[in-house]
């Protein structure tokens, strides 16, 4: 049963709020999400997951592409 109103007065901001994830929409070579599903087979961990996974770590380590232009 729904009551009319709630007391929001002790309620305390969600500790994890800096740390949700951001919805966005990037295109993506077919073959490397077809990696990534391969894999996500293979670990049992959904392919969008692995993919954050990765490229949180990428982050955290501050890994630069190596690019060279002919």
């Known amino acids: 049963m729904m009551r009319e109103e709630y007391d929001f007065s002790n ?3 969600n500790p994890y709020a ?10 993506i070579d077919a073959g490397t999400v077809d990696y990534f ?5 293979e670990t049992n961990i959904p392919y969008q997951t692995l993919m954050n996974l990765y490229l949180s770590d990428c ?3 501050k890994k630069r ?3 060279s232009w002919s």
């Open 11 to 13: 309620a305390r901001k």
């Open 18 to 27: 800096k740390k949700l994830k951001k919805q966005i929409t990037i295109n």
């Open 37 to 41: 599903k391969t894999l996500a087979t």
């Open 59 to 61: 982050a955290a380590k």
């Open 65 to 67: 592409p190596s690019l």
